[in-house]
């Protein structure tokens, strides 16, 4: 199952206005030897992501755009966008997405499938865009392949402006299942 965050323009912690700054330039993830297996691993795959994994995340992809209130002309950032199918279910619901994902493999995929919507090769964690730049940031089961996930949250609410929403997917552990089995 999958679980949905909505961001509001109040910071995790104080519960007030926006407040998340960055501290420090973020430090890129090249050189982290998670970052490394998880890239290498999608170059590897890409290729076999419809096949394989489509069928698992692509059910979210109306919840999450729901979530944070898509709309006509909603500029989206998709962090970790894997094929760009949430770039292009936004866009089929008339915003602006842009896609970003670490594996040019994924990017090449996302490029031929939707032409027409921009796709950058980049680091969830040290993202290449100004402050405010879009009005939603949504990452779709992509926060547990990345080193230092909080450093990517921090930086989708960088990039997103004040009052945007921040969205992600993750998986959740069905406890209750677990419980059950002999």
């Keep these: 199952h999958g679980g949905l965050l909505r961001y509001d323009g109040y910071h995790a912690t104080t519960h007030r206005n926006k407040t998340i700054r960055r501290t420090a330039e973020p430090v890129p993830s090249k050189t982290d030897d998670f970052h490394q297996f998880e890239q290498q691993g999608w170059q590897r795959v890409a290729g076999n992501y419809d096949a394989a994994w489509s069928g698992l995340t692509r059910p979210f992809v109306p919840h999450l755009l729901d ?4 709309t006509s002309g909603t500029r989206l950032l998709d962090v970790a966008c894997s ?4 770039a292009e279910a ?3 619901l008339g915003a602006i997405p842009t896609g970003l994902d670490f ?10 499938r939707n032409p027409r919507i921009t796709f950058r090769e980049g680091d969830a964690q040290a993202l290449d865009f100004d402050d405010n730049a879009f009005d939603v940031v949504v990452t779709n089961f992509g926060l547990h392949h990345l080193s230092r996930p909080e450093a990517a949250i921090a930086e989708a609410y960088r990039v997103v402006r004040p009052g945007g929403r921040y969205g992600f997917t993750v ?9 059950r089995a002999p």
């Design 103 to 112: 594996s040019s493999e994924m990017i090449r995929l996302a490029r031929a």
């Design 171 to 179: 998986w959740q552990l069905c406890t209750t299942a677990m419980r």
């Design 83 to 86: 094929p760009g199918y949430v």
């Design 67 to 70: 979530a944070v209130g898509v």
């Design 90 to 92: 936004a866009q089929a």
